[in-house]
């Protein structure tokens, strides 16, 4: 490994090499604002204190890190190298959220294969850029970068792929991209990170939200005029910043059973855990259960009074649904955003459905009693959201999870 890659000592201490790295790396020392600071100071603070960390997980934690600063200083300096990206506003882009593990993936990923939508491709989310044509990504070095920084990840951990897999060339989460402004929820998943999430629980990720609309400007600025499909389940703790930057975004927020959600999140994000972090396991496992409850019971509260305050912008839809009759869900999901449903497009989606790529690479299987909570316990912390959207089990349990 080159020596300048190499985990600091202390952490909290490394901020100016850090970003001297990353400006030799990229070649700019522009970061733009300097709102992303704060947030980044406390991670650091955070990864010399809270996890137990192995020498391989500081050094990977370290990369992370490094690489998620070197993504926001690519989409600032080509954001310099391309004055005008920003002359157009983006209208009404479709949006799907909603708890983790209730069909968003599954459903971005078929709705994309409609040529008229843009999406964020996982190597664009790395490497902001306008989005060169089709043909040309592999003539990328960020495009081999990201390929090959998945394909790792997945040979550490290979249950990730069959609970999630990921691919550069395909459309993937706007988290990736909100990250850059070091107030994120994913810097509480991937170790122990306790004191981050305390800090992390009190921040408005307003600039963070700035950063994104502005990165989507300039990945989708050689094709302006071609609508977004966009897809997080985060967006759904930050439904009033959505609405801020997107006043006329189409909303679609699936929905499932929480006590199979939830701990198929936690399932999906633990794998990671014993290649990062020495020993304490079972308590990792059982105090991520209880935090992700916590933090997705509370956000689905906050998304209920925003809704209120944007009537006909959000469409509703049960996950056993889009199992049961995919292409029923998508015809209502097309006249909800306004657009016609064109032959080659269902032809697509049909073929998608028929290779079922999701189920490529193995069942995701769990067990919820690995992470300490009880399916009543989990659907109690969530009041009547399970009654409303009438998502009480009707049969037997079953521990694989939808994506």
Wanted: proline share 6%.
């Amino acid at each position: 490994m080159d020596d300048r890659y190499a985990a600091p000592k202390v952490f909290a201490t490394a901020v100016d090499q850090l970003h001297e790295l990353v400006a030799e790396e990229v070649g700019s020392t522009d970061f733009g604002s300097d709102d992303y600071l704060p947030g980044l100071r406390v991670l650091l603070q955070s990864m010399d204190y809270d996890p137990r960390f192995s020498e391989r997980g500081r050094h990977y934690a370290w990369g992370t890190v490094v690489g998620v600063l070197g993504g926001r200083a690519r989409a600032i300096r080509s954001m310099a190298e391309h004055p005008g990206f920003d002359r157009h506003a983006i209208p009404s882009p479709v949006v799907i959220t909603g708890l983790p593990r209730t069909g968003t993936t599954a459903l971005h990923k078929l709705m994309a294969v409609d040529q008229r939508f843009q999406g964020l491709q996982t190597w664009l989310l790395d490497s902001p850029m306008p989005r060169p044509p089709r043909e040309t990504w592999t003539d990328y070095p960020a495009f081999h970068r990201t390929a090959a920084t998945l394909e790792a990840r997945f040979k550490a951990a290979p249950k990730k792929r069959a609970a999630h897999n990921m691919a550069a060339e395909e459309v993937d989460e706007c988290c990736l991209v909100l990250r850059q402004g070091f107030v994120s929820n994913l810097w509480t998943v991937g170790w122990s990170a306790a004191t981050y999430d305390a800090w992390w629980q009190c921040q408005s990720e307003e600039s963070s939200y700035r950063h994104y609309y502005r990165c989507l400007q300039l990945i989708g600025s050689t094709e302006p005029d071609k609508r977004w499909l966009l897809k997080n389940p985060g967006h759904i703790e930050n439904l009033d910043l959505l609405f801020a930057v997107f006043p006329d975004a189409k909303v679609i927020q699936t929905h499932r059973d929480p006590a199979r959600a939830v701990p198929s999140l936690c399932s999906l994000l633990m794998p990671l855990h014993p290649l990062v972090e020495e020993g304490r396991y079972e308590q990792r496992a059982h105090n991520m259960l209880a935090r992700e409850v916590a933090k997705w019971a509370n956000a689905l509260r906050k998304a209920q009074r925003v809704r209120e305050m944007h009537p006909g912008q959000v469409l509703d839809l049960v996950h056993a649904d889009l199992h049961r009759n995919p292409m029923a869900v998508i015809e209502r999901i097309y006249g909800f955003i306004g657009e016609d449903l064109r032959p080659e497009a269902r032809a697509a989606m049909l073929q998608r459905i028929a290779d079922d790529p999701e189920r490529q690479h193995g069942a995701h299987d769990y067990d919820i009693a690995d992470f300490g909570m009880r399916e009543t316990e989990i659907r109690e912390r969530f009041g009547d959201y399970i009654s409303r959207f009438d998502l009480a089990p009707k049969g037997p349990a079953t521990a694989g999870g939808a994506k």
